[in-house]
């Protein structure tokens, strides 16, 4: 399966501040997906993020708030936005080749907010 | 409709048992259901995944049941080894592989 890199891999970050998370995979993926675990928890899908247009988000996650850039087929971006102590949180990338191939994930990025 | 619902929440087994953790799902659209296991400072690893045209998938020592009509699968473990100490997460989704759902969570220990 593709290795999948996510930087940073912790941040310790500012209320009201923003964090870009990058995700890059040594081969080509037709999808993308941000998730969000909170701490002791399940995990959340936030958005698919798609090649050359904008990302398609899940209910109850907005793009000011989670910012997502896809440039191309190896790599993602996720921001975290004006960040408060509620979004500390796990965010994890995963990747697939096709709709029906499974899904593979990154170590994450564990992120706390003071 | 979009809920998985998994149980327990934790589990303690001790060496060479049988480990088993339920899924139940509400969503007859759902037609792929992984299983994720996850280390401590680690992202998930896909275990071992079924479709709904099979009753049981199995990959080593670990065996998906899957019984569509009573929209339920389970994970069993066997001969359980401390290694397999994790946290566990039954998923599903539809569309392929894609949007998956995810259950709260089993927390494994395996006692030696």
């Known amino acids: 399966s593709a290795v999948i890199s996510q930087k940073p891999s912790r941040d310790i970050c500012q209320r009201g501040t923003s964090l870009t998370i990058q995700c890059q995979v040594d081969s080509q993926v037709t999808m993308m997906f941000w998730y969000r675990q909170q701490p002791g928890q399940s995990l959340t899908l936030i958005a698919t993020a798609n090649q050359g247009s904008e990302a398609t988000y899940e209910s109850g996650f907005v793009i000011d708030k989670f910012p997502i850039s896809r440039p191309n087929l190896t790599f993602s971006t996720l921001t975290v936005s004006n960040m408060s102590p509620e979004d500390s949180s796990i965010y994890l990338c995963?990747?697939?080749?096709?709709?029906?191939?499974?899904?593979?994930f990154g170590d994450g990025t564990r992120l706390s907010i003071l | 409709q979009q809920q998985v619902k998994q149980s327990p929440q934790s589990l303690i087994v001790q060496k060479g048992g049988i480990s088993i953790i339920n899924c139940a799902y509400e969503n007859t659209a759902f037609d792929y259901f992984p299983w994720y296991q996850q280390f401590p400072g680690k992202g998930p690893a896909l275990l071992i995944a079924?479709?709904?045209?099979?009753s049981e998938k199995k990959e080593g020592r670990f065996t998906i049941s899957f019984n569509k009509s009573a929209k339920q699968f389970s994970l069993h473990i066997m001969d359980s080894q401390p290694g397999d100490s994790a946290t566990y997460f039954c998923a599903a989704s539809y569309e392929g592989a894609q949007k998956l759902v995810f259950g709260q969570g089993t927390r494994l220990t395996i006692n030696p």
């Open positions: 079924i479709r709904p045209d099979v």
């Open positions: 995963s990747v697939s080749g096709t709709g029906n191939q499974p899904q593979h």
